[in-house]
């Protein structure tokens, strides 16, 4: 059989053929015309954008002896090059021809003239290939080749050719074919192949071949082996396996209206149709972003590569929801996308992920509940739409905490007593009610002076304190909180109780325990025993009837506590609101 493929029968022959390169065949012809060609170039690009086809063209102008604007496609030279036949084009592939050695022949083969055409050309396709050794034996040669040899180079990863080797060539970078160019080059073929196929069937080739006119070739090549003189959509969507993008759309609204029955519906009938559902996840995860693009881009039209019809619906459906709710079911999705690449059971993770989205509901942007609280701050009142709980009054009863930075200093004035809520270190009071504030004279503080400790009824406050047997497992878990290590040596502790004012606990081998014994230790053990049983004893440790007392190998937390709760400030706060210390905290949280 003698069929030529799509890929290789319409690959271009000269420059007006290349699709969606303007600038880049702009630039040669030029280079052409004033005699500007450099001796090396490098064509770079992802894969089927014309790299090779726009090197090839190049050596076919360079050795055309044709009449008008090279190349002629129809002189000797050219038609040699098309065939493939002439002796002065050397292609080599750069895969498969990678070694010093290969290098080597080549610089011995470029010393003679050409023999029909003007000049030697050199094509090394995937020349990132190249070995280190191969790159540096063709530096040379490169920076100052014979006045008859160009060199062509082609690669789909620049990134990999050492600098020193572009340094010496002149660069080209291609970019992506547009997807409306791609489109309108289909179309063109399809009817100079006499097959029938819808724009809708064209758009959606176009889109999958992701900017590459090869690629999109390949495609377009075999929906037309399927489906004969007429293709239809349904073709399109079946050989490639492809999913209707009305059903991405369907999906979407399905989600951010909260229908979960009719989102998972969609996703059994994609299943049943046998869709991968790792491709149509990652399709519906580019449709929310090509609707939160919609949603806040100025120019989205340009980000985006859709089809008019398509663009306007999705522009309609991102225009009933704020950008906000929209980037939080994006999130959620791009959390399924990456669970479902580690799960075995990706239809359950997607199918967890439409509930988790469903159940995400609408977003309030924030600078709407910033309006919101400015008119509760200036007076105008909660709208109707806001929850009761916050128009909700505030409690009479306030609590008042204390804070000093240093311990025993001399008691500060008070100013603004009745407004301000202080905090004092490591002890929490009880108070009773705080007078309101007197809002017609605020910095009268004689109102302060009216409130005597007779005219306020004192809080009666009983602390109970922990067992020590009852709750050794809660005592662990408090210290696994703060400090784990020490967590872990308590667990080795064979028992634990409390002896009059000393908390025992008893290890059987002293190696257990041997950390505990380091004074810093000792002393952080005695502060978390203090503040989580509230209990003002001592620590000692028993190891086969050796102990250890913490007060006395380490300065006790005892007086640290002993001179929070003496602490003048603390003795007046309790006085004039009539309150009772409840707890003192000392331990690194607290701070």
Known sequence: ??????????????????????????????????????????????????????????????????EGPPPCNSCESCLEITRGSAIDLHEIDGASNRGIQEIRELKENIRFFPVKGRYK?????????????????????????????????????????????????????????PFVELVSFFEKISEQEKVKISQTALEMIAKEAEGSVRDGLSLLDQVFSFGGNEVK??????????????????????????DLGTALKFLDDSFTAGIDLKRFMNDLLLYFRALLIIKTSANPEELLDLADLEFRAMKD????????????????????????????????????????????????????LLEKV????????????????????????????????????????????????????????????VPEENSEDEDDLQEFEEITPEQITPVAVHVQKKDIRANWDGFIDYVMDRKKWMAHVLRLCSSAREEGSDLILKYD????????????????????????????FSVK??????????????????????????????QMTTEIFGGQVVGIRTGPRSR
């Open 233 to 258: 959509d349904e073709d399109v969507t079946q050989v490639l396996g492809l999913v209707d993008r009305s059903i991405f759309g369907a999906i979407a609204r399905a989600i951010l209206e909260s």
């Open 121 to 177: 050309i050199i094509i090394i396709d995937e020349v990132h290939m190249l070995t280190a050794e191969a790159f540096n034996a063709l530096l040379k040669t490169l920076e100052e080749p014979p006045e008859h040899v160009f060199f062509m180079f082609a690669t789909t990863e620049l990134h990999k050719i050492p600098i020193t080797i572009l340094s010496r060539c002149q660069r080209y970078e291609l970019k992506r074919i």
């Open 541 to 570: 440790i028993n190891v086969r009837g050796n102990s250890l007392d913490a007060e006395k190998e380490t300065d006790g937390p005892q007086e640290g506590r002993r001179a929070l709760a003496n602490d003048p400030m603390v």
């Open 317 to 368: 459906l991102a225009a009933n929801h704020e950008a906000e709710t929209l980037y939080q079911h994006f999130y959620l999705l791009l959390k399924g996308v990456e669970e479902m690449h580690y799960s075995q059971h990706p239809r359950m993770v997607l199918e967890m992920t439409f509930i988790k989205a469903t159940r995400a509901g609408q977003i309030v942007p924030v600078s709407t």
């Open 374 to 433: 400015d008119a509760l701050l200036s007076g105008r009142g909660i709208s109707a739409e806001e929850p009761e709980a916050a128009a909700a009054p505030v409690p009479e009863k306030k609590t008042a905490v204390i804070q000093s930075e240093r311990q025993g200093s001399p008691p500060e004035p008070i100013v603004e007593p009745l407004k301000t809520i202080v905090s004092h270190e490591d002890v929490s009071l009880s108070p009773d009610d």
């Open 509 to 536: 081998e002293r190696t257990d325990c041997k950390v505990l014994q380091e004074p810093e230790n000792f002393k952080l053990l005695t502060e978390f025993a203090q503040d989580f049983f509230q209990n003002e």
């Open 1 to 66: 059989m003698s069929y030529l493929v799509l890929a290789r029968k319409w690959r271009p022959q000269i420059f007006e053929d290349v699709v969606g390169q303007t600038p880049v065949v702009r630039t040669l012809k030029n280079a052409l015309a004033r005699n500007r060609v450099a001796h090396a170039m490098i064509f770079s690009g992802v894969r089927g954008v014309g790299k090779t086809t726009l090197a090839r063209i190049m050596a076919k102008a360079m050795n055309c002896t044709g």
